[in-house]
């Protein structure tokens, strides 16, 4: 079987199925920012926010489902899920941050990145 190899933009197109995954799910003010040329090490954030831990915790399974069943890809590593106030999905070249949204307000990561461009992903 013959690998496929990714492009050039697989951070941001996987960003992009995340993001729509998160809405679906009723993610409060989903965005996803393009922050390659800030970091060099990532291609893209999505940062979204659920109104219980409950809620946080169901953004995050439909994240990685829609991320598998799309594009073939899971996270490699998932933080926070105990805690549910701030969980961090590690794709590589992509970064998830799904919070509670007071915990969201009080990092304001669109903020601290505000230099980042904003894509859509409807």
């Known amino acids: 079987m013959e690998a496929l190899l990714p492009s050039a933009d697989d951070g941001r197109s996987l960003a992009k199925v995340a993001a729509r995954a998160a809405e679906d799910k009723l993610g409060?003010?989903?965005?996803?920012?393009?922050v390659e040329e800030l970091l060099q090490v990532v291609d893209a954030f999505v940062i979204t926010a659920g109104r219980n831990t409950r809620q946080v915790d169901s953004i995050v399974e439909a994240i990685e489902a829609a991320t598998k069943a799309e594009v073939g890809r899971g996270p490699e590593r998932i933080e926070g899920r105990n805690d549910g106030s701030w969980v961090l999905?590690?794709?590589?070249?992509?970064m998830v941050h799904v919070f509670l949204e007071e915990t969201r307000s009080f990092y304001d990561l669109e903020h601290l990145w505000s230099a980042a461009p904003r894509l859509p992903f409807s």
């Open 28 to 34: 409060v003010d989903t965005v996803v920012l393009d």
């Open 89 to 94: 999905m590690d794709y590589g070249d992509l």
